[in-house]
């Protein structure tokens, strides 16, 4: 079993849409949270983080984080063309590295 | 500088040579990463410095492959031998200290052939 999944797309919405993106995770000693945004050919870089279980809200994007389920969100509101993008979900326990899902490829369609 | 910086961003290189990549931190990260990135998989982890520590190696694929870093600065990512599999994109990243978010850099975007 991987230790994060997250369902690759692609996803496809209208301008305007609540878009909402998921991760499920195995290890119960996760609790630093990121999500990031990738454009084709560049890297990824860092949308949210945060630590253990709640909510945080920045702009038109909110994560959630429900560690007893070991599910993580993201849910951008009014979305844009612009955030067309692959979405990588990353967690983290006390270790060195962040573990990392395989992303969802997002669409926004005019 | 301003980001992570890495070079090449493309290299084509044929089946058995060597290529060196390499990647410059932001200014005063002491954490750098090493990620593999195959089309279609998440991100594979591949090495760690932290300051004067010893690397966390732990993700090297194979002792075709290397890394180093001088102090806390450019880190070269050493692949020996190459093979078909080690077509992928190589990303570095830099960060303040370990539970930090990470800065990546753009990639180098690497063709066996």
């Known amino acids: 079993q991987k230790e994060v999944e997250q369902d690759p797309g692609p996803l496809s919405v209208p301008e305007g849409a609540i878009v909402s993106l998921n991760c499920t995770y195995s290890?119960?000693?996760?609790?630093?949270f990121m999500w990031y945004r990738q454009y084709s050919r560049k890297g990824p870089e860092l949308l949210m983080y945060t630590y253990s279980s709640g909510n945080k809200e920045d702009g038109r994007f909110t994560a959630q984080v429900d560690k007893s389920s070991k599910y993580i969100s993201l849910f951008i509101r009014d979305s844009q063309p612009s955030d067309s993008a692959t979405y990588l979900c990353a967690m983290s326990g006390t270790g060195n590295q962040f573990y990392f899902g395989t992303g969802t490829s997002l669409t926004v369609i005019p | 500088g301003a980001g992570v910086s890495q070079s090449p961003s493309n290299k084509v290189t044929e089946k058995g040579k060597d290529v060196e990549l390499r990647c410059d931190p932001i200014s005063g990260h002491t954490a750098l990463y090493w990620y593999r990135q195959r089309l279609g998989q998440g991100l594979e982890f591949l090495i760690y410095f932290q300051g004067n520590s010893a690397p966390d190696k732990s993700g090297l694929p194979s002792d075709r492959f290397s890394a180093e870093r001088t102090g806390e600065s450019v880190s070269t990512l050493t692949i020996q031998r190459t093979q078909q599999e080690d077509s992928a994109v190589y990303l570095c990243?830099?960060?303040?200290?370990?539970?930090?978010?990470?800065?990546f850099g753009s990639g180098t975007r690497l063709t066996v052939v």
């Open positions: 290890n119960s000693a996760f609790q630093y």
């Open positions: 990243a830099s960060s303040l200290a370990v539970l930090y978010g990470y800065t």
